[in-house]
């Protein structure tokens, strides 16, 4: 049988061409396998820094180190409040204005230990290589900040979740630790080492109190089986980080600590808790770390000290209450404040999280970190340019370093990652160039891509009922989101087949197909492309998974509606 395509258009009924339907097999299980690749690019990135860097300082080698310009620095993080969160915090509201405040970028993607890494280190999560919650490890070649200040005679002390101290064991002289660990993390198994890290000075929270560990804090996890989250309990979420404070400020008074970080975690715990942060249990969580804040600042003197206050990511509604590891504004926009004598009031604008790592280094007098990318934040230092120009010039030194070493790196990756992907990419141009085939051949196409259009806008409509944003992460990291907008793209076509056999329209739903293959093919493409410059950005992950999803929903559409017709006999 001769099948002529015009004829659907002039009353016929005829079946699709035989390449089409192996078209649409191969595009489906090409749009999955693509979408997979992209949800593991979520939550690892494709690349990450692979060199080694020395320290640009001369001054480290030599043993000279500069004029400190403070001599202690308070640094509080909490986990899981953004710029929207300080109105329901009467004390860090009153000090936005005697205090110099920037609206913070954090990394992204904005999780937990993804903010560990880039606070303390200066370096963004493609040179890190931590982009996710589990399984990532820092490079031990990472340099951080602790670890200059160590270096330059500092004692360094923490105090918060262990889970810091995956990354940072060694350059904390003192640490008083909880958990944060699950059953099945590494640190349960029998295999794990557990001579790994520093024994002296290390505390652990148990039973509401901190408990010499002479051997270790990972000997006395895996002695005692402490798991499954003990030290976070949102139950006692008031006197967990007041006990973590009161830890902290003895350390300060009593220990020595010339560098202290503490971090306060129970808004995050409260907001994953009751899956969002309208409620009562988020906005008293908010309430204590405010006074806890208020606790530290009242103890220090800022004559000679320098209080940092700050965030590792925000927390938005979301999907499942996930609520962060997004691109959006709430879980990326964290507050960032600096209070001492070498710093002005008010408010100075924008800056990126890794930004503070620079400024400390700065008024320390320690060497920069060898992988920091931040800047130095003069606009809200009270410093003359005599004083402040010494810091400015070893920080150019420090960034040409890391700039030539970096651009060295990528260079690397690219060619391996172009070598991993090449079959990836020729598959994507063949069946782009098949999609351009089948187009040419097909009449009436436009018409097909106005319904696929109509598509979209009926998905993007769906989707702003129930994700409230453009933006994906929040709920994209969870694989029932991914469920759930497949759902909703299957929906929106279902709609578009009503419609057409409403208006008596012929095969309309065969060329939103085409087109939906073609779009999806593209964005792969371009994905693809864009990964072999730069790290995978969350708009464009946002708009492979998208495109992705919404052409396997329309394959299967068109399935179910060929099968239906079959089964009417009107093919």
């Not at 160590?150 to 909880?178: C, H, I, M, N, P």
């Not at 409260?270 to 249990?281: D, I, T």
């Not at 907008?485 to 929906?491: C, I, K, S, T, Y």
Request: proline share 4%; hydrophobic share 45%.
């Amino acid at each position: 049988m001769r099948w002529n395509f015009w004829k659907r258009y002039q009353g016929s009924t005829v079946r699709p061409p035989w390449y089409f339907i192996l078209f649409l097999g191969v595009v489906f299980f090409f749009s999955a396998f693509s979408l997979l690749r992209v949800k593991i690019n979520t939550t690892f990135f494709p690349y990450h820094a692979d060199f080694t860097l020395h320290n640009s300082d001369p001054g480290r080698a030599e043993g000279v180190w500069r004029e400190k310009l403070t001599k202690y620095i308070f640094l509080v993080v909490i986990d899981g409040i953004n710029e929207e969160s300080i109105k329901y915090m009467p004390f860090l509201s009153s000090l936005k204005k005697n205090a110099a405040y920037f609206s913070a970028h954090a990394p992204f993607p904005s999780l937990s230990r993804t903010g560990y890494a880039t606070l303390l280190t200066g370096a963004p999560p493609d040179v890190t290589g931590i982009s996710a919650e589990e399984k990532s490890v820092l490079d031990s070649r990472i340099d951080s900040l602790p670890n200059q200040l160590q270096y330059a005679g500092w004692k360094t002390a923490f105090v918060g979740s262990s889970r810091w101290l995956e990354f940072f064991d060694t350059v904390f002289d003192l640490a008083a630790v909880d958990s944060s660990y699950n059953t099945g993390d590494a640190i349960f198994k029998e295999e794990i080492s557990l001579n790994s890290g520093t024994t002296k000075g290390r505390e652990i929270l148990w039973h509401g109190t901190y408990q010499d560990t002479p051997d270790g804090w990972r000997y006395f996890t895996k002695r005692f089986g402490l798991q499954n989250i003990y030290g976070d309990d949102i139950a006692t979420s008031k006197s967990e980080d007041g006990i973590r404070t009161s830890k902290a400020l003895r350390m300060w008074k009593k220990e020595g600590a010339d560098f202290l970080l503490l971090h306060l975690q129970t808004p995050l715990y409260a907001a994953k808790k009751s899956q969002g942060v309208q409620n009562g249990l988020y906005l008293n969580a908010l309430r204590e770390s405010d006074l806890n804040i208020e606790r530290v600042l009242n103890a220090i003197n800022f004559k000679t000290s320098t209080l940092v206050v700050t965030a590792t990511h925000g927390y938005t509604p979301a999907f499942l209450g996930r609520g962060y590891g997004g691109g959006e504004a709430p879980s990326r926009t964290v507050p960032l404040f600096f209070k001492g004598a070498s710093f002005k009031e008010g408010n100075f604008g924008y800056a990126e999280l890794s930004d503070a790592v620079a400024t400390l280094t700065a008024l320390s007098g320690a060497a920069f970190p060898r992988h920091n990318s931040g800047k130095i934040l003069d606009s809200a230092l009270n410093l003359d340019e005599e004083t402040i120009n010494p810091a400015k010039f070893r920080l150019r030194q420090q960034q040409q370093h890391y700039n030539r070493a970096l651009h060295a790196s990528q260079k690397k990756f690219i060619k391996l990652y172009a070598k991993e992907e090449k079959v990836r990419t020729l598959l994507a141009l063949f069946f782009l160039l098949g999609i351009v085939f089948i187009l040419w051949k097909c009449a009436n196409f436009l018409r097909g891509m106005l319904f696929y259009l109509l598509c979209t806008g009926v998905t993007f409509g769906f989707y702003f009922l129930f994700f409230r944003t453009l933006m994906y992460p929040s709920a994209f990291l969870e694989w029932p989101a991914y469920y759930l907008l497949f759902g909703v793209n299957l929906f929106a076509g279902i709609l578009v087949v009503l419609f057409t056999r409403w208006l008596s329209f012929k095969e309309t739903i065969f060329h939103s197909v085409l087109f939906s293959g073609f779009i999806s093919t593209a964005t792969v493409l371009f994905v693809a492309w864009y990964a072999w410059i730069y790290y995978i950005d969350p708009t464009f992950l946002m708009v492979n998974i998208f495109f992705q999803i919404q052409a396997i929903a329309m394959f299967f559409v068109y399935t179910v509606d060929a099968l239906y017709r079959i089964m009417l006999g009107r093919m």
